[in-house]
């Protein structure tokens, strides 16, 4: 019997969103707003640093020094806020589905949203979330390590377990491609508008 499991990438795939800067917007409205503005052109060290800059930046000054707990609950009511809130524009029902009517196969939730936010999607039935992770200094946030372009390691060592590993992303790395045919990518298109 073939070891199947399914890797799904949460913003733009599961959740029509960036979760991570739709939260940035409520911990920090006007911060985000002016700071988005200047530092975007910082994107385009994203592709050479392989490294999220720019997420890094806004991280590091929207977050840094917010309580473990207040973050988490702002997260759960953030993501009770998108499931509630418009469903059919939020949430990609249709892989949703796929998704509960293969019950047995397991599902996983690969991305680079902060770890406070992602674990919340476990309610839509997913059986493991690996997200980027969040340091905490005297129960304060601290620092991160960002999962950006490095989901492909992630993947290697879950063909450790698994004979296949299908991954549902709408903008998979190029890496993704060379892990050989037990690695079968299905590219979605974006759900919901890019942010």
Not at 45 to 71: A, M, P, Q
Not at 80 to 91: A, G
Not at 122 to 140: A, E, F, Q, T, V
Request: glycine residues 2%; proline residues 4%.
């Amino acid at each position: 019997m073939v070891r199947t499991a399914f890797v799904v990438d949460l913003d733009h795939t599961l959740i029509g969103a960036n979760t991570t800067f739709e939260l940035l917007q409520i911990l920090c409205p006007v911060r985000y707003f002016i700071l988005s503005k200047i530092l975007k052109p910082l994107t385009l060290l994203n592709v050479v640093l392989k490294r999220d800059i720019y997420k890094l930046v806004l991280i590091t000054i929207c977050v840094k020094g917010w309580r473990r707990e207040k973050l988490e609950q702002l997260a759960r009511t953030y993501y009770e806020m998108i499931v509630k809130r418009e469903p059919d524009t939020y949430l990609n029902n249709r892989l949703l589905l796929f998704l509960h009517k293969m019950r047995s196969t397991p599902k996983i939730l690969l991305t680079a949203s902060l770890d406070f936010i992602a674990d919340n999607f476990k309610k839509l039935g997913l059986d493991l979330i690996i997200s980027s992770r969040s340091y905490y200094k005297n129960d304060k946030f601290h620092s991160f390590q960002d999962l950006y372009k490095q989901k492909n390691h992630v993947l290697m060592i879950l063909l450790k377990y698994f004979d296949k590993v299908v991954v549902f992303d709408d903008d998979p790395e190029p890496e993704f491609y060379t892990l050989g045919d037990r690695v079968i990518v299905v590219r979605l298109p974006a759900h919901g508008k890019r942010t």
